[in-house]
């Protein structure tokens, strides 16, 4: 115990781990710039097996013509079909699916490229493609490669529950899950925005966990509602396609890749009537306005080419100050935040951001630990300034301990 | 400057030496000519005696070993080149088939059946030109990239319980190939797109326009299947040529509608079709990359023997003349289009009578004048196809979930009867029969019990197999795998080999969604090395051969695959673990929950502590700083810092802790300034 030598090294150890979570604290809290929409993906999942789950499949191959017709073209889409319906021996028209009735539509095509199929759609394939965590074999078309740029449409139908999905009639992804696995996409900047779409019974149920900003989900059915079947097709035998993605296509079929419908125009168009039961849909993470959104920004692609020069202005100017403070602390960051591009078009989002970041300078220069920080920032060398807080955690450590006792 | 010009000149010296390298490599290149990477694609159609149709796409693309392009190519597949460079495969068959091949009517004697009569699902080999102990790797790593490749679940083949090492019974017979199926794997359009994606012209020009996806589907067999060899050069590996080749079979039904009409009137009359008919496309255009693109119709022996063309004898000379109207205007059929050359097989050894191919140059065609070939039947015709020397089938025996036995059965056809006949003159003629055989792990196959009928007598086992490679499964490892060569006498009827397995357990993560279902068997191969399917043709000119029909001549051994097994497993109640679980951990919560509580609970002490609270409602500042002092009486001075600053206290630890490390920063900041 005389290794505590003089009170004025003990303060300074002490203060060290305070120093850093201070820092930490004004990493998080900064916002984090909003990268520009550059690129979009689709993930569809059908995850029912079995030839009377035929109406799935051509909900997901429906959904498939769709934004590939939008734009997005097939190497960014993930396709994954739980079973093999165009060639099932049942199935009267092989190498063909339809949606409705009149077989006007095969949505097979010659075209499709199917990613995951059969016993490959699993739960843990599921949110190994989400979360990007694969074998080093696995190739690239099954892998969503997507970035902070990335809009994400997420499209799932199955059966399913309460806070549940079935998968192939043998496991289930749970709202957790799902929740967890958007959560680390968002930490991993897998995306910038996602909509996930749910064609399945109580499918609202499946949103209660999300809490990752940037989010919107919509889902077929409230909890406590069935999800129900438009129509039969005889010649088929089967149901051929859901009511919410019957109503869904019929929004999309009238629109071309040039259309500017809004996303809050396809959410106005679900009828409870004809759905036989209540669309439901979740904003409460997304921050831009319904009305404002176009569907082609995730039905779509993107096309069109933005000049960067202002952008980078505007990051220079507004963050000179703290650009040195990353720089020293964590490359890393740095790193990161210098791949990322403003998107200077989208003035709301860029005029919320703008007083909260100029408070926070405020802050930082008026507060007693900027002094602090200076002295501290001297340190040069990173890893002694890792250690010294190392070391002083123990104090720490050792009062606490002692006070339980 | 001469210090700032050197460089320059260095630079300029270097680069005209390296231009001139490349344009030497270029010039060299040009001068052996044939070097050029090549595209061809033919057609054969084939009327098949139960009135159905054999269509069989043969596409093939060659890219010779070549250094001066590096890895870029004119028309060959960058993506198989690349898949041939990185896992450096020696050889490789992929193929992806749907329906089984009837070997009873189809034939299994000629070089069609015998190399594309493929299982049912997915079957990959590959051979590999890396050292013992990267194969498996290597393996892996084709697997997916296969998967990613084709759109199939190739990847479930990377595991070892899936794969295995054939020693010598399997053709290629090499240390370094390895085997593997998916019986069940579902084939459709997704897997037939990328495959046409190789080519050239895509499915956009010539022969390929004819794939139509809902008329190939809706046939009896189909299969796709895709060979590479690739030709070693030097050492290195690096610059080898590949041939692909690429071939797609279907057995369709010609026209069902009119064959319906007909059948009322004339029973046996072949259908009538024509390309049109079948594909509901017409060849229109050309694919300009193609070298040559052409479309043949055979007429198998037995075809030919029963349609008795009127100068057979001298069919020879006819064949060399090319003119004789004899050979397409028959009084048996008629054919729409005249062909450019019929070509006379030459003399078999296994048959009397010979086959008889009809070509037809499809780049003589344009869009405006689209090619489609009909044959029309005029009279009956009924004939057989050659078949293999024995027949061989397989099937299940026993009952129950717990044991059974597998038989495979192998029957002489008429054909062979013939044959040996002929050709056991000193006889002491036998045949020899390779069997091969892939068991997954959870079928336990006991090989002692391996026991061999010959003629329904069961008899030794060392009388009638010359060799024999047992190498037992492994739970969760590696499949079984048995390879047997059989002699058998020639005037052998029926053999049979029959081997007894228990059904192993599966755990429960291990069943598919579909366990109900049941446990597929990979077929066996059947192979007959002492026979070879080939088909030589006179050809004039050795120089603008064909790639099929010099296929046709290679001498590939008479294989054939047997059925597959759908073995039924036990199957859990799947929902009784969740059941189990929930009840067992009820009983735990408990029965563990009352007995701690009873062992935890001290009465008087409680009842003490209950006494103590009661008298003093003081709060816990004062109990805390009363144990503090008593801690710093207890040991040695030390230097504390400033008590923390008295302020409205939440009972609780974990603030006091904050406000003291709050205090301490608070003095630092004083201290400083």
């Known amino acids: 115990m005389e290794t505590f030598i003089n009170p004025k090294s003990l303060f300074h150890l002490l203060l060290l781990p305070c120093l850093l979570l201070y820092s930490s604290i004004a990493y998080n809290s900064s916002p984090v710039e909003a990268a520009m929409h550059t690129n979009n993906w689709a993930v569809l999942v059908c995850t029912?097996?079995?030839?009377?789950?035929?109406?799935?499949?051509?909900?997901?191959?429906?959904?498939?013509?769709?934004?590939?017709?939008?734009?997005?073209?097939?190497?960014?889409?993930?396709?994954?079909?739980?079973?093999?319906?165009?060639?099932?021996?049942?199935n009267k028209y092989p190498a063909q699916v339809f949606n409705n009735e009149n077989h006007r539509l095969n949505l097979y095509g010659d075209n499709v490229e199917v990613d995951y199929r059969g016993y490959e759609v699993t739960v843990e394939n599921f949110l190994r493609v989400l979360t990007g965590r694969h074998e080093t074999a696995v190739p690239r078309s099954k892998r969503l490669l997507s970035d902070e740029g990335s809009h994400i449409l997420l499209y799932m139908t199955g059966h399913g529950g309460d806070e549940f999905l079935k998968f192939q009639d043998s496991e289930e992804l749970q709202s957790h899950d799902?929740?967890?696995?958007?959560?680390?996409?968002?930490?991993?900047?897998?995306?910038?925005?996602?909509?996930?779409?749910?064609?399945?019974?109580?499918?609202?149920?499946?949103?209660?966990?999300?809490?990752?900003?940037?989010?919107?989900?919509?889902?077929?059915?409230?909890?406590?509602?069935?999800?129900?079947?438009?129509?039969?097709?005889?010649?088929?035998?089967?149901?051929?396609?859901?009511?919410?993605?019957?109503?869904?296509?019929?929004?999309f079929e009238r629109l071309n890749i040039y259309d500017n419908a809004s996303l809050s125009s396809l959410f106005s168009s679900y009828n409870p009537s004809l759905l036989m039961s209540t669309a439901y849909y979740r904003k409460d993470l997304y921050k831009r306005r319904l009305e404002e959104v176009p569907v082609t920004n995730f039905f779509g692609s993107v096309m069109e080419t933005i000049h960067t020069d202002a952008a980078y202005k505007a990051l220079s100017r507004r963050n000179s100050g703290r650009f040195e403070d990353e720089m020293s602390l964590d490359q890393s960051v740095h790193h990161i935040k210098r791949r990322m591009l403003i998107k200077v078009n989208d003035g709301d989002e860029i005029h919320d951001i703008n007083p909260e970041l100029l408070q926070g300078e405020e802050g930082a220069s008026k507060c007693p630990w900027s002094t602090f920080r200076n002295k501290f920032q001297k340190a040069e060398n990173v890893d002694s300034l890792l250690n010294y807080g190392l070391v002083a955690m123990i104090p720490l450590l050792v009062i606490s301990t002692w006070l339980v006792q | 400057m001469v210090l700032l010009q050197r460089p320059h000149i260095l630079l300029l010296l270097i680069d005209t030496h390296q231009f001139l390298q490349c344009w030497i490599a270029f010039g060299s290149a040009n001068e052996e000519g044939q070097q050029q990477e090549e595209f061809s694609e033919e057609l054969l159609v084939k009327p098949l005696p139960d009135h159905k149709l054999l269509a069989h796409f043969h596409f093939q693309s060659s890219a010779p070993p070549s250094t001066s392009n590096g890895c870029h190519h004119h028309l060959f597949p960058k993506a198989i080149s690349q898949l041939v460079q990185k896992f450096r495969v020696k050889e490789m068959e992929l193929s992806f088939t749907q329906g089984r091949w009837n070997y009873e009517s189809w034939g299994g004697f000629d070089p069609i059946s015998s190399s594309n009569a493929k299982p049912p699902g997915v079957e990959l080999w590959a051979v590999f030109d890396v050292p013992q102990h990267h194969i498996d790797a290597s393996w892996k790593n084709l697997t997916h990239t296969l998967s990613g490749l084709f759109c199939a679940s190739i990847n479930f083949l990377e595991s070892t319980a899936t794969y295995s090492t054939p020693e010598w019974s399997f053709p290629p017979a090499s240390g370094n190939v390895?085997?593997?199926?998916?019986?069940?794997?579902?084939?459709?359009?997704?897997?037939?797109?990328?495959?046409?994606?190789?080519?050239?012209?895509?499915?956009?020009?010539?022969?390929?326009?004819?794939?139509?996806?809902p008329s190939l589907?809706?046939?009896?067999?189909?299969?796709?299947?895709?060979?590479?060899?690739?030709?070693?050069?030097?050492?290195?590996?690096?610059?080898?040529?590949?041939?692909?080749?690429?071939?797609?079979?279907?057995?369709?039904?010609?026209?069902?509608?009119?064959?319906?009409?007909?059948?009322?009137?004339?029973?046996?009359?072949?259908?009538?079709?024509?390309?049109?008919?079948?594909?509901?496309?017409?060849?229109?255009?050309?694919?300009?990359?193609?070298?040559?693109?052409?479309?043949?119709?055979?007429?198998?022996?037995?075809?030919?023997?029963?349609?008795?063309?009127?100068?057979?004898?001298?069919?020879?000379s006819a064949a060399n003349g090319l003119t004789s109207e004899n050979f397409w205007s028959n009084p048996s059929f008629e054919l729409s289009v005249n062909p450019d050359r019929i070509f006379l097989e030459e003399s078999s050894s296994h048959s009397k009578s010979l086959s008889i191919l009809y070509m037809f140059q499809v780049e003589k065609y344009s869009e405006s004048e689209p090619f489609d070939i009909g044959l029309m039947?005029?009279?009956?015709?009924a004939w057989l196809c050659q078949q293999t020397p024995l027949h061989a089938s397989r099937f299940f025996m026993g009952s129950g979930n717990e044991r059974g036995a597998i038989a495979i059965s192998l029957k002489s056809t008429q054909f062979t009867e013939g044959f040996m006949s002929a050709n056991s003159k000193d006889g002491s003629c036998e045949l020899r029969v390779d069997v091969f055989q892939v068991v997954p792990w959870y079928v336990k196959v006991y090989f002692h019990s391996l026991r061999v009928f010959v003629d329904q007598q069961p008899r030794a086992v060392s009388d009638f197999i010359e060799k024999i490679h047992v190498s037992p499964s492994k739970d969760k490892m590696s499949p079984g795998v048995m390879e047997v060569v059989l002699k058998l006498p020639c005037r052998v009827n029926t053999a049979a080999l029959t081997i007894e397995f228990?059904?192993?357990?599966?755990?429960?993560?291990?069943?598919?969604?579909?366990?109900?279902?049941?446990?597929?068997?990979?077929?066996?191969?059947?192979?007959?090395?002492?026979?070879?399917?080939?088909?030589?043709?006179?050809?004039?000119?050795?120089?603008?051969?064909?790639?099929?029909?010099?296929?046709?001549?290679?001498?590939?051994?008479?294989?054939?695959?047997?059925?597959?097994?759908?073995?039924?497993?036990?199957?859990?109640?799947?929902?009784?673990?969740?059941?189990?679980?929930?009840?067992?951990?009820?009983?735990?919560?408990?029965?563990?929950?009352?007995?701690?509580?009873?062992?935890?609970?001290?009465?008087?002490?409680?009842?003490?502590?209950?006494?103590?609270?009661?008298?003093?409602?003081?709060?816990?500042?004062?109990?805390?700083?009363?144990?503090?002092?008593?801690?710093?009486?207890?040991?040695?001075?030390?230097?504390?810092?400033?008590?923390?600053?008295?302020?409205?206290?939440?009972?609780?630890?974990?603030?006091?802790?904050?406000?003291?490390?709050?205090?301490?920063?608070?003095?630092?900041?004083?201290?400083?300034?």
């Not at chain 1, 035929?54 to 191959?61: E, F, K, S, V």
């Not at chain 1, 097939?74 to 994954?80: A, H, S, V």
């Not at chain 2, 039947?377 to 015709?381: D, E, G, R």
Request: hydrophobic share 40%; charged share 20%; glycine share 4%.
């Open chain 2, 178 to 213: 390895r085997y593997g199926t998916l019986p069940c794997e579902a084939v459709c359009t997704e897997n037939l797109t990328p495959w046409l994606k190789l080519l050239p012209c895509r499915d956009k020009a010539a022969i390929a326009l004819l794939l139509d996806r």
């Open chain 1, 178 to 251: 799902l929740a967890d696995a958007v959560k680390q996409m968002k930490e991993k900047h897998r995306f910038k925005e996602l909509l996930i779409m749910v064609d399945t019974c109580q499918a609202a149920t499946l949103f209660n966990q999300l809490q990752s900003p940037g989010v919107l989900a919509i889902g077929s059915s409230m909890k406590g509602e069935n999800s129900y079947s438009h129509h039969l097709d005889s010649d088929v035998g089967v149901s051929v396609v859901d009511r919410f993605t019957y109503y869904t296509l019929a929004f």
């Open chain 2, 377 to 381: 039947w005029k009279v009956p015709v």
């Open chain 2, 502 to 673: 228990d059904k192993g357990f599966l755990r429960i993560d291990e069943y598919p969604p579909d366990a109900n279902q049941g446990f597929d068997i990979p077929s066996a191969i059947i192979s007959f090395p002492n026979f070879h399917a080939s088909m030589v043709f006179l050809e004039d000119d050795s120089l603008n051969r064909s790639p099929l029909l010099s296929k046709f001549q290679e001498k590939c051994p008479v294989m054939s695959y047997t059925e597959v097994l759908l073995v039924p497993l036990t199957t859990p109640d799947f929902s009784m673990p969740y059941n189990v679980i929930t009840i067992k951990c009820t009983v735990f919560a408990l029965y563990f929950g009352s007995l701690l509580n009873v062992l935890q609970r001290r009465v008087a002490e409680e009842e003490r502590f209950l006494k103590a609270k009661a008298a003093k409602k003081t709060g816990r500042l004062p109990l805390l700083l009363s144990k503090l002092s008593a801690k710093l009486r207890g040991r040695r001075r030390e230097p504390l810092h400033s008590p923390p600053s008295s302020s409205s206290f939440i009972n609780s630890k974990l603030v006091l802790k904050v406000i003291l490390v709050a205090g301490l920063a608070v003095g630092w900041q004083y201290f400083f300034s």
């Open chain 1, 48 to 90: 029912s097996r079995f030839w009377f789950n035929y109406r799935h499949m051509a909900n997901t191959l429906s959904l498939y013509r769709t934004v590939k017709r939008l734009g997005i073209p097939d190497e960014r889409i993930i396709l994954m079909l739980a079973d093999d319906m165009a060639c099932n021996t049942r």
């Open chain 2, 217 to 316: 589907y809706r046939g009896f067999y189909h299969s796709q299947r895709l060979h590479l060899t690739s030709t070693e050069s030097s050492s290195e590996g690096i610059d080898s040529g590949i041939i692909l080749e690429q071939t797609l079979t279907v057995v369709l039904q010609p026209n069902s509608e009119r064959a319906i009409e007909v059948h009322a009137s004339e029973k046996h009359v072949q259908p009538s079709w024509s390309l049109s008919s079948i594909f509901g496309k017409q060849v229109s255009g050309r694919c300009v990359l193609a070298k040559s693109s052409s479309v043949y119709l055979l007429l198998d022996r037995g075809l030919v023997a029963e349609l008795k063309f009127p100068n057979k004898e001298n069919g020879k």
